[in-house]
């Protein structure tokens, strides 16, 4: 089993590109952040960090590829702490009408779907698209998210939110 722990603090290297900075937005020592490092390229027998500027830290491309794993599995995580905290709360949904975009309906629908029903499978999901006007829990267009007022505080207006969050980093146009 993989510990996500040292993958958390190699993305924050990754996007800060500095031990110091890495340590002070984790709230550890600089030792532990570089403990963590040593221990991934341990675990992985590689070089994940190019050192030859100590001001600047640039990831190898061994390091971009474990950087790009790295946010997913964080992700994964982070949507499975929710699903966690929230299952009863989600298990009780009944129904969710998401309005996507003339544009979107196509290449994200069935992606949402799938991921709802995983967690949800009991759930009657409606799915239309936007023109006209219609009401919905959620809409999802070129010009970004929202949800309705009733909705909003949901905790499968969060999910939902998560999954568009997860295709999204994937690379997709949301």
Known sequence: MIDI???????VIGDVGSFSKAAALLGV??????????QLERQYGVTLVDRSDRRHIRLTPKGEVLLSFARSILSQSDS???????????REAEEVKIAFSQKLVAPLAGRVLSALYAVVPQIQAIVCTTEGGVEADLYVTEEGIRSSENFSSHPLCAYLLNILRDIRSEGDTL
Not at 29 to 38: D, E, K, N, T
Request: charged fraction near 10%; hydrophobic fraction near 45%; glycine fraction near 4%.
């Open 29 to 38: 020592s600089q030792s532990a952040v570089s403990q963590s490092l040593s």
């Open 5 to 11: 722990g040292p993958l958390k603090v190699f993305a």
């Open 80 to 90: 499975l702490d929710f699903v966690f905290t929230h299952y009863d709360a989600l």
